[in-house]
């Protein structure tokens, strides 16, 4: 063999070698990136989570394998540079994260048996959820050779208040049952039942307020004969049922009258119907709406205790309607005479202060003048921050508040009223909020009674409410009850009772009582501008 020969195969053999060593290579380098290959998996269907929970929104990587050295982000859509959690460098980023998810976001497992990141388990978990956390989540995931996305929809559910029922007999043997229940999401199922058979309603009717909370409101005649009791459940899915039952028995008969009278004797048992009824109602669950009326003996209330959460309350004139006229102090209210408020107008004020999670308050409304009388129409009560301006007031949708008329009741303003009967009608009245609870409270301070409670669930800032009515001549004024603090300077007897007005609200008070007195003449035939 010539050394030519020789030469050429060694060359061949050698660039033979370097091929074999560049195709091993890219072999490798391939294996590599195949190992790295992924796709992110999540559920077919939207995951829930109860307001207040927590929501767990899976995701996890296909095929299974460690993620703790990956870049994991969970985000909003259009908002992939401020994520609702960013985890890196093998740690969460809360420098980067949203600010309403700091503290509330961290990485959670799928299942109980999951490895977590190690398994390949990118779960996002969120605590303390808010209706604001309800829509479209989206999961990224990414590595050097490749990343991952998908998209996870979380739908906030809402457990209402138990069912609010009243019954009226109708004739000998027909009683008509109503229930009433707020603040669903989404709508709940309503269901009569009188333990035997399921009944159909007369009517049913559901309604959406504010955050898209909704109520319900139905009514169904049965007969006491036929059953002892009635049921009304209100049911989200299995496990998320409230219900409320009234006992037919109880519901006394009307006596033999003519039509026009057994008519206006239905009409007059509707208005006491909350003195009576509600004795026979059981619940499933211990958030009850408490309805006490007056003039009972236990109905009297602690209410130097509800006084340490004194607050001094002030009306913003900002949100006062040119139908009203303010105290230059902000503490008297009246209507104008100048410009009265048209048909289908509500001319109400809102308080500087706002009330939130944590609040426990306090505070007054004068609702009388010495010489001129109590007044007879008003509103008193909260009004959620998200009401905005003088538009429709629905019941207990973003409202909560005791009105008065000239009719003399007093009205809760749910779907339907809750009419209470008037007697005394209140010269002073006490509001007292416990918000984490959902507890607003009425009471007649002269009295020292409760007019009534309610339990509502409040959802962000609520503002005290306020509406002097139209045609009294008597204003509504704002007591400073942070003087019951203790600790507080201390008040005479008759300024703690409202006997007396504060020199600097004397002149004002005066004057619009006096601006009045012309037409006091006038108002027993005026429609309130409620």
Known sequence: MTPSVIKKNISRALYTVMWLYILAAWGVSLSSATSEMFTCSVPVDPVSARLGHVATIPCWLTPSMNAEGLEVRWYRPKDFDNPVLLYTERKIQEASQQSQYVGRSSLGLRELTSEGLKGGDVTLKLVNVTLSDQGEYVCYVSSNQDYGTASVFLNVTVKGTPPLLSAVRTDADSVNVSCVSHGWKPRPRLQWSDGRQTLKPEKLDYSSGAHGLVSAHSWVLSSPSSAPWVSCSLVLSEGEELEGRVDLRNIAALPETSSGLKTAVIILALLLLLSVVFIGVLYKKRDIVDIETMGQPEDLVDIETMRQAGVDVTLDRKTAPPYLKVSLNSKIVRDSEDNPCPPGKHAYILGTRAFTSGSHAYWEVR??????????????????????????????????????????????????????????????????????????????????????????????????????????????????????????????????????????????????????QSRNHQTSERKDCL
Do not use: C
């Open 367 to 516: 609702l009388d003048k010495e010489q001129v009388g109590v007044k007879q129409s008003w509103w008193v009560g909260l009004a959620s921050g998200s009401v905005n301006g003088q538009g429709d007031v629905p019941a207990s949708n973003g409202f909560w508040f005791l009105s008065s008329d000239k009719e003399k009741f007093l009205r809760l303003n749910m779907a339907p009223d809750i009419l209470l009967p008037a007697y005394p009608r209140p010269q002073i009245l006490g509001l007292y909020l416990d918000y984490d609870q959902g507890v607003l409270s009425f009471i007649n301070v002269k009295e020292n009674k409760l007019i009534v409670t309610v339990k509502a669930m409040f959802i962000g800032e609520v503002f005290p409410l306020f509406n002097p009515g139209q045609g009294d001549t008597a204003p509504m004024t704002i007591l400073d009850a942070s003087h019951y603090k203790t600790g507080s300077v201390e008040v005479s007897v008759s300024e703690r009772e409202g006997t007396v007005t504060p020199p600097a609200e004397k002149a004002e008070t005066v004057a619009l009582v006096a601006s009045n």
